[in-house]
Structure formats: structure tokens, C-alpha cells
């Protein structure tokens, strides 16, 4: 099985880079405490726990910053906020003076003014980013987080069950998706009822089931939402792309994958992948660390999502990295400097030494979002992660507008229950959501 090692010479050299890469951008963003001797004190908060495996991670990153830079202490932090309660925190003052956040919450508490605008000091970086990354971290123009760490979701596949299919090469259409999900359904204990399957798809009225289909929806050319004559927002999924990709799902979902499917999130596919009762899933590069970890005895295989008929789209989070408004002086200088040194070439491969896990061993848990990453160490061996690297090119964006957060735990995700479970039809369930959908938006203004 292709081992995932980061060595101790590997990690050296990396550190060095770091420090040699990164003179240069540190005096680009302006020097914190100038005066001899003196140390700026600021903090970071995360999206994880601070003493999570993430969390000591990327303390590890910070430990070398520090290293590099001994006039700026950061303090990490655990559990960044999100919505409103994240707008209330930075309006009290009291906000860690750089956020790792959504880039959903970055646009929309960015028009409450809410972070400090890094156009003039971040936006000659352009150019290593996607096209569709960048334009997610902008809102009107101005940058207001830079793009940090993510993921796409991909499709990942057992390669011993292929081979044993007589699959030669992963599906690229939606035609073959199924066609190859048929061929891994069978009965291998002869009891005449299916014990592997094609793929696993969650059923389960919950976050994922909305974004797996949400792909699906993307790939027929179906919007969540879309703006009309007045720039208003109205709910679009209820359209014939959207119909189609939700049968077309319903399909999948009740001929190629476990009976149990309605009870199942992407935790419990995991679990079905690692075990070999489905031989595809759908999921970011923690799903490929999972089967590592798993020591399941095959090596799984990474490809792009198969094409729908509008093309190809996979669900993306980029988390970027803001300051708060109201940060300023030294504190703001060594913010900026921070933000550099994480969004440096040779930081971001350092986020490929993943997370320690309970073996003792480190797995990658999200990917850097820079695009020229290919020359690096960890990827010139693991080549696999730069197929997640590949969906940044076209995300689909899973709450397009604040409101749809609210349209989803109110009735999305119940509808498209009802839906694949049998119980109504897609066109039923689409139209709920569109009326539902829109009474809520409209009392949201």
C-alpha cells in the first residue's frame, strides 16, 4: 500500500525553505515591533479545538513562525465563531486578531464591515490561486481573507474491487457512474442479496445529504438560487436540471448503494468504504487518510468527480484567513505578517504533514489551497491529493446566500429525505423547497 511519510530530513528541509522563502514576504507586510526587544502579542483562533490533532498541527506552524519572527507571540485558540455570534464577537473588541474563516461567513460579514480590507497588502498573490478560489474570498471587489487551507470533494474508489470488476479506469460521466456502481453490486457470500455495492450516497436528513446531491444538482447546470428582474433572491433548484439530478440520485442511491443508506451520513460511508461494503464514496482528502488509518489492505484511488450533463462540480471550502476590524498598529502589522507566513509556499506544504493520529503516524486532513503546489515534496509522492487540489477549479457553493442556511435546516434537507427515501417525488420535494424556500428568504429581509 502507497504509505503517506513525512520524514524528519523531509520536514527539515521544509522548515528551512520556510524560513529562507519568507524574508522577503515578511518585509512586504510591514514589520511588527520595531523596537529592540519589544514583542507584539496577538492571537489566532481555528476552527478546531486547540488541542485537537488539527489544533496541534497547526500549533506546529505557529511554533515555527514564532521561530522565525521572536518579536510576535501568537496565542491559538480553539473554536472560531460563525454568523452572527462571530460579528458580536468582533464588535465587543475582543475578537483574536486572525480568524480562520468560511468563506460564506467572510462575504457575508464582510458588508457589516466586520474585517480588515488586505487588498494592498495580499491582492499581487492572484495569480497562485484559481481563478474561482480568489473570486470566493472577494466581496465587491476588495479581498477580505486570504485564501488558507479547504478541500474539494472527489470521488474515491477501492482499486481491488475494480480490478476484481474488470474496471480499468474510474467512471468520467454520470452514464458510467452508474454503469461501474452496477457492476460492484453483487452477492459475494451467496446468499443471493447484494453485501457489496457501488457506491455509498447518504439518505439521512442532514448536512451531507444536501451537499452530495447538491454536486449532483450543479453537474445537470441546476441553481440553488438565483436573482431576479429586482436583485432579489429566489429559490431556482426547482427546475428540470434539478429534478433530473435528484432522480438521478434517487437512482443511485436505491440500486447501487447499502439498503441502510437512509440512516447514513459521510461518517458511516467512511466506515463502509474502510470496510469494503462499498467500493466508491464521495468525499474530501480526510476520506483517503481514513483508509490509511484503517490499514484496510488496499490502496485507494482518487479521481475527479464524473461529469453531469452540464459538466463537472464538486462541493469546496476554502477557509481564509481575516483580521477583525479595529485591529491596528503593531498588532495589525504582525497579523498581516502571520497571514503571509501561513499562506507561503513552503507553510502550505507543511500542511500536508497532516494530523497525528492514534498510531502514532500523520495523515493529511485538508489540502493548501495555493494552485502551484505540484513541484513540492509531499505531492511529487502522494500525486492523489492534487485531484482535490483540481475541484477548486468548480465549486459549488453550498449556501449561496446567508438565508439559504436557514431554508436548509427548515426544509432542504427534509425534503430531499422524503425524496430519495421514497416517500414523495422529486418534482413534490422540489416544490416545497421553492415555496418554503422563498417565504423564508422574503421574511429574512
Given at each position: 500500500m502507497l504509505k503517506r511519510t513525512v520524514t524528519a530530513a523531509s520536514l527539515g528541509v521544509l522548515l528551512v525553505t520556510a524560513a529562507c522563502g519568507n524574508n522577503a514576504a515578511n518585509e512586504s507586510?510591514?514589520?511588527?515591533?520595531?523596537?529592540?526587544?519589544?514583542?507584539?502579542?496577538?492571537?489566532m483562533q481555528i476552527a478546531w479545538a486547540s488541542d485537537s490533532g488539527r489544533?496541534?498541527?497547526?500549533?506546529?506552524?505557529?511554533?515555527?513562525?514564532?521561530?522565525?519572527?521572536?518579536?510576535i507571540k501568537v496565542n491559538m485558540l480553539g473554536g472560531v465563531q460563525y454568523g452572527s455570534k462571530l460579528?458580536?464577537?468582533i464588535l465587543s473588541g475582543k475578537s483574536p486578531e486572525v480568524l480562520q474563516v468560511p468563506y460564506g461567513d467572510v462575504k457575508a460579514l464582510a458588508k457589516e464591515d466586520a474585517f480588515v480590507d488586505l487588498s494592498a497588502d495580499f491582492a499581487s498573490q492572484k495569480d497562485n490561486y484559481a481563478p474561482e478560489i480568489w473570486n470566493l474570498s472577494e466581496t465587491d471587489g476588495k479581498l477580505y481573507g486570504m485564501p488558507w487551507i479547504g478541500h474539494s470533494i472527489q470521488l474515491i474508489y477501492n482499486k481491488e474491487l475494480f480490478e476484481k470488476a474488470g474496471i480499468k479506469e474510474a467512471p468520467t460521466t454520470w452514464d458510467e457512474l452508474y454503469e461501474d456502481a452496477k457492476k460492484l453490486t453483487i452477492d459475494t457470500n451467496g446468499d443471493g442479496k447484494p453485501d457489496q455495492f457501488g457506491i455509498g450516497l447518504s439518505g439521512k436528513q442532514g448536512?451531507?445529504?444536501?451537499?452530495?446531491y447538491g454536486m449532483f444538482a450543479q453537474q445537470a447546470g441546476a441553481k440553488l438560487v438565483d436573482q431576479d428582474a429586482n436583485g432579489d433572491y429566489k429559490v431556482a433548484i426547482n427546475s428540470p436540471e434539478g429534478q433530473q439530478a435528484l432522480e438521478f440520485y434517487t437512482k443511485l442511491m436505491k440500486d447501487t448503494a447499502p439498503p441502510d443508506s437512509l440512516n447514513k451520513d459521510g461518517g458511516a460511508i467512511m466506515a463502509d468504504f474502510r470496510n469494503g461494503v462499498v467500493a466508491?464514496?464521495?468525499?474530501?482528502?480526510?476520506?483517503?487518510?481514513?483508509?490509511?488509518?484503517?490499514?484496510t489492505g488496499f490502496e485507494p484511488g482518487v479521481a475527479e468527480v464524473?461529469?453531469?450533463?452540464?459538466?463537472?462540480?464538486t462541493e469546496v471550502t476554502a477557509y481564509l484567513l481575516s483580521v477583525p476590524t479595529g485591529v491596528e498598529g503593531d498588532k495589525l502589522a504582525a497579523a498581516k505578517k502571520l497571514i503571509t507566513f501561513l499562506t507561503d509556499k513552503p507553510a502550505q506544504e507543511m500542511i500536508m504533514k497532516g494530523e497525528k493520529s492514534d498510531d502514532g503516524k500523520y495523515y493529511p486532513f485538508r489540502i493548501p489551497i495555493r494552485k502551484d503546489m505540484t513541484d513540492t515534496a509531499y505531492f511529487k509522492d502522494h500525486p492523489e491529493f492534487l485531484t482535490f487540489q483540481k475541484g477548486l477549479a468548480y465549486p459549488f457553493t453550498l449556501v449561496p446566500i446567508p438565508e439559504w442556511q436557514k431554508v436548509s435546516d427548515e426544509v432542504y434537507q427534509s425534503a430531499l429525505n422524503q425524496v430519495v427515501s421514497g416517500s414523495i417525488s422529486a418534482a413534490d420535494g422540489l416544490k416545497m423547497v421553492e415555496d418554503k424556500g422563498n417565504a423564508i428568504i422574503k421574511a429574512s429581509k
Amino acid at each position: 500500500m502507497l504509505k503517506r511519510t513525512v520524514t524528519a530530513a523531509s520536514l527539515g528541509v521544509l522548515l528551512v525553505t520556510a524560513a529562507c522563502g519568507n524574508n522577503a514576504a515578511n518585509e512586504s507586510a510591514g514589520n511588527a515591533g520595531n523596537d529592540k526587544g519589544k514583542v507584539t502579542e496577538i492571537s489566532m483562533q481555528i476552527a478546531w479545538a486547540s488541542d485537537s490533532g488539527r489544533g496541534v498541527a497547526i500549533q506546529e506552524l505557529l511554533n515555527e513562525f514564532q521561530t522565525q519572527n521572536p518579536d510576535i507571540k501568537v496565542n491559538m485558540l480553539g473554536g472560531v465563531q460563525y454568523g452572527s455570534k462571530l460579528l458580536t464577537q468582533i464588535l465587543s473588541g475582543k475578537s483574536p486578531e486572525v480568524l480562520q474563516v468560511p468563506y460564506g461567513d467572510v462575504k457575508a460579514l464582510a458588508k457589516e464591515d466586520a474585517f480588515v480590507d488586505l487588498s494592498a497588502d495580499f491582492a499581487s498573490q492572484k495569480d497562485n490561486y484559481a481563478p474561482e478560489i480568489w473570486n470566493l474570498s472577494e466581496t465587491d471587489g476588495k479581498l477580505y481573507g486570504m485564501p488558507w487551507i479547504g478541500h474539494s470533494i472527489q470521488l474515491i474508489y477501492n482499486k481491488e474491487l475494480f480490478e476484481k470488476a474488470g474496471i480499468k479506469e474510474a467512471p468520467t460521466t454520470w452514464d458510467e457512474l452508474y454503469e461501474d456502481a452496477k457492476k460492484l453490486t453483487i452477492d459475494t457470500n451467496g446468499d443471493g442479496k447484494p453485501d457489496q455495492f457501488g457506491i455509498g450516497l447518504s439518505g439521512k436528513q442532514g448536512p451531507d445529504l444536501t451537499w452530495m446531491y447538491g454536486m449532483f444538482a450543479q453537474q445537470a447546470g441546476a441553481k440553488l438560487v438565483d436573482q431576479d428582474a429586482n436583485g432579489d433572491y429566489k429559490v431556482a433548484i426547482n427546475s428540470p436540471e434539478g429534478q433530473q439530478a435528484l432522480e438521478f440520485y434517487t437512482k443511485l442511491m436505491k440500486d447501487t448503494a447499502p439498503p441502510d443508506s437512509l440512516n447514513k451520513d459521510g461518517g458511516a460511508i467512511m466506515a463502509d468504504f474502510r470496510n469494503g461494503v462499498v467500493a466508491m464514496e464521495l468525499q474530501g482528502p480526510w476520506g483517503v487518510s481514513d483508509a490509511w488509518k484503517g490499514d484496510t489492505g488496499f490502496e485507494p484511488g482518487v479521481a475527479e468527480v464524473p461529469d453531469g450533463p452540464a459538466g463537472k462540480a464538486t462541493e469546496v471550502t476554502a477557509y481564509l484567513l481575516s483580521v477583525p476590524t479595529g485591529v491596528e498598529g503593531d498588532k495589525l502589522a504582525a497579523a498581516k505578517k502571520l497571514i503571509t507566513f501561513l499562506t507561503d509556499k513552503p507553510a502550505q506544504e507543511m500542511i500536508m504533514k497532516g494530523e497525528k493520529s492514534d498510531d502514532g503516524k500523520y495523515y493529511p486532513f485538508r489540502i493548501p489551497i495555493r494552485k502551484d503546489m505540484t513541484d513540492t515534496a509531499y505531492f511529487k509522492d502522494h500525486p492523489e491529493f492534487l485531484t482535490f487540489q483540481k475541484g477548486l477549479a468548480y465549486p459549488f457553493t453550498l449556501v449561496p446566500i446567508p438565508e439559504w442556511q436557514k431554508v436548509s435546516d427548515e426544509v432542504y434537507q427534509s425534503a430531499l429525505n422524503q425524496v430519495v427515501s421514497g416517500s414523495i417525488s422529486a418534482a413534490d420535494g422540489l416544490k416545497m423547497v421553492e415555496d418554503k424556500g422563498n417565504a423564508i428568504i422574503k421574511a429574512s429581509k
